[in-house]
């Protein structure tokens, strides 16, 4: 096993490690854990917060209120909250539920898909808790995204009830925002044939202004990343963010708060390396692996253009205008490689690289997932022009390309460093 590690304090964990133990996760994380604890504190909070939201979310349902499920960004939370529901993410970063949905799907399809879709069957066929809140779902409300995932959606009412939310393809077109409109407003009335509270203009924009106290708290927290050296590591805000999909706003805020405060007062990192953008697929809870290599090998991620990172919180509602109207503007907006054509994206990831002053992005493709893959040279091609360099990685959630994957990062941090 070939380590070149640049942190001193990663150095003499590794020297604890067997030259011939294999090259696998869970020494990773060991190592990662033990060789750079983090100094915030405030990391804590989110640590025990999953405990408590699992609580919460049970007491609600003994309390009449709906819990909706959900699996991408499309779906807009202020209309599940103005409805008096609550909702939550499930969306699978994991590889134990994969091998039961490759009974029913192919095993040639995205790793997120089988991961989401094993941890439904497993929690309704086998009562088994690997994902704890998934019994907790009353309703799925799905989207019209990438194919794999629609087809998906046609099998899932055998286990949960699914709602599928529609979404123009070509957003730019000019029946598209129209389209979405309509879509949203039949989507309020299912919420409120759901919960028997109606969706008023008044709930909507309280709900609107809450999310996007979120998003400009979010934009506090990234901004710090533009320090050098940035106060957090890149591997600590992806465990943050993917919360974000699991609390409620409330608790959510709370911890980014706490967060940013310590954040600003707190002594500068020491660790330095080239500043590194992932940018692509997302990350779901459980995924990590490639952070943690990148930060292993001693690269410093500084920004994420994904769903777990920037795409989640960047653009606000407009609050001055008709709700529904702000909300499918700001919806159809999300620069996601399933709507064509994606320019939106390639702009953004371009003036991200700039403003974080990074050195290189590695491209993250989930394996099997052909929009972000394809959608990949043209993001190349971009940086290109801009003289950023990139690395393209696809991967899945089983620890078999480590090694592969910790060579090439390794290749690339020298040869931006
Ligand atoms: S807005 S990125 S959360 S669709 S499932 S597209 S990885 S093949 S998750 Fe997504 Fe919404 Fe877009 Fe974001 Fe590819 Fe896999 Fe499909 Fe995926």
């Given at each position: 096993?070939?380590?070149?590690v640049r942190c001193h304090l990663?150095?003499?964990?590794?020297?604890?490690?067997?030259?011939?133990?294999?090259?696998?996760?869970?020494?990773?994380?060991?190592?990662?854990?033990?060789?750079?604890?983090?100094?915030?504190?405030?990391?804590?909070?989110?640590?025990?917060?999953?405990?408590?939201?699992?609580?919460?979310?049970?007491?609600?349902?003994?309390?009449?209120?709906?819990?909706?499920?959900?699996?991408?960004?499309?779906?807009?939370?202020?209309?599940?909250?103005?409805?008096?529901?609550?909702?939550?993410?499930?969306?699978?970063?994991?590889?134990?539920?994969?091998?039961?949905?490759?009974?029913?799907?192919?095993?040639?399809?995205?790793?997120l898909i089988k991961s989401s879709?094993?941890?439904?069957?497993?929690?309704?066929?086998?009562?088994?808790?690997?994902?704890?809140?998934?019994?907790?779902?009353?309703?799925?409300?799905?989207?019209?995204?990438?194919?794999?995932?629609?087809?998906?959606?046609?099998?899932?009412?055998?286990?949960?009830?699914?709602?599928?939310?529609?979404?123009?393809?070509?957003?730019?077109?000019?029946?598209?925002?129209?389209?979405?409109?309509?879509?949203?407003?039949?989507?309020?009335?299912?919420?409120?044939?759901?919960?028997?509270?109606?969706?008023?203009?008044?709930?909507?924009?309280?709900?609107?202004?809450?999310?996007?106290?979120?998003?400009?708290?979010?934009?506090?927290?990234?901004?710090?990343?533009?320090?050098?050296?940035?106060?957090?590591?890149?591997?600590?805000?992806?465990?943050?963010?993917?919360?974000?999909?699991?609390?409620?706003?409330?608790?959510?805020?709370?911890?980014?708060?706490?967060?940013?405060?310590?954040?600003?007062?707190?002594?500068?990192?020491?660790?330095?390396?080239?500043?590194?953008?992932?940018?692509?697929?997302?990350?779901?809870?459980?995924?990590?692996?490639?952070?943690?290599?990148?930060?292993?090998?001693?690269?410093?991620?500084?920004?994420?253009?994904?769903?777990?990172?920037?795409?989640?919180?960047?653009?606000?509602?407009?609050?001055?205008?008709?709700?529904?109207?702000?909300?499918?503007?700001?919806?159809?907006?999300?620069?996601?490689?399933?709507?064509?054509?994606?320019?939106?994206?390639?702009?953004?990831?371009?003036?991200?690289?700039?403003?974080?002053?990074?050195?290189?992005?590695?491209?993250?493709?989930?394996?099997?997932?052909?929009?972000?893959?394809?959608?990949?040279?043209?993001?190349?091609?971009?940086?290109?022009?801009?003289?950023?360099?990139?690395?393209?990685?696809?991967?899945?959630?089983?620890?078999?390309?480590?090694?592969?994957?910790g060579i090439r990062v390794d290749?690339?941090?020298?040869?931006?460093?």
């Open positions: 096993m070939k380590f070149n990663l150095r003499s964990v590794m020297a604890t490690v067997p030259d011939t133990a294999p090259l696998n996760r869970s020494i990773i994380n060991m190592v990662i854990e033990n060789a750079m604890p983090s100094s915030l504190a405030s990391l804590d909070f989110f640590k025990d917060a999953y405990e408590l939201r699992i609580a919460r979310l049970k007491e609600e349902r003994v309390n009449g209120i709906k819990i909706v499920g959900t699996f991408c960004l499309y779906v807009p939370d202020e209309i599940i909250f103005a409805a008096g529901a609550d909702r939550i993410v499930l969306c699978g970063g994991r590889a134990d539920t994969i091998p039961v949905a490759e009974q029913s799907l192919p095993r040639n399809i995205c790793p879709f094993g941890a439904v069957v497993d929690a309704c066929c086998e009562g088994n808790l690997a994902c704890p809140h998934v019994p907790l779902v009353d309703v799925v409300v799905a989207e019209a995204t990438c194919d794999g995932k629609k087809k998906m959606y046609e099998i899932l009412p055998d286990y949960l009830p699914t709602y599928v939310l529609d979404l123009p393809q070509k957003p730019e077109s000019p029946e598209a925002l129209n389209y979405f409109l309509s879509e949203l407003k039949k989507f309020g009335k299912f919420m409120e044939d759901l919960t028997g509270t109606i969706v008023s203009e008044d709930a909507l924009r309280r709900e609107i202004r809450s999310a996007n106290e979120t998003r400009r708290l979010l934009h506090r927290f990234f901004g710090m990343r533009k320090r050098d050296p940035p106060p957090i590591r890149g591997s600590e805000v992806l465990r943050v963010m993917q919360k974000q999909f699991f609390l409620s706003p409330d608790q959510f805020r709370q911890g980014i708060s706490r967060l940013c405060d310590e954040m600003e007062h707190a002594a500068p990192e020491t660790r330095t390396g080239p500043r590194i953008m992932i940018s692509g697929c997302p990350m779901a809870a459980g995924n990590t692996k490639v952070p943690d290599i990148i930060e292993q090998k001693g690269g410093v991620i500084v920004v994420e253009e994904s769903c777990t990172g920037t795409r989640s919180f960047w653009d606000l509602v407009d609050e001055d205008k008709d709700p529904l109207t702000a909300l499918a503007e700001r919806y159809l907006d999300i620069p996601c490689a399933c709507i064509t054509p994606n320019d939106q994206r390639i702009a953004r990831i371009v003036d991200l690289a700039k403003q974080y002053d990074v050195q290189g992005v590695v491209y993250y493709t989930l394996q099997f997932c052909h929009a972000y893959n394809i959608e990949r040279l043209r993001v190349q091609r971009a940086l290109k022009k801009e003289k950023i360099p990139m690395l393209a990685l696809e991967s899945d959630y089983g620890d078999s390309d480590i090694e592969q994957i290749a690339f941090l020298e040869m931006i460093s």
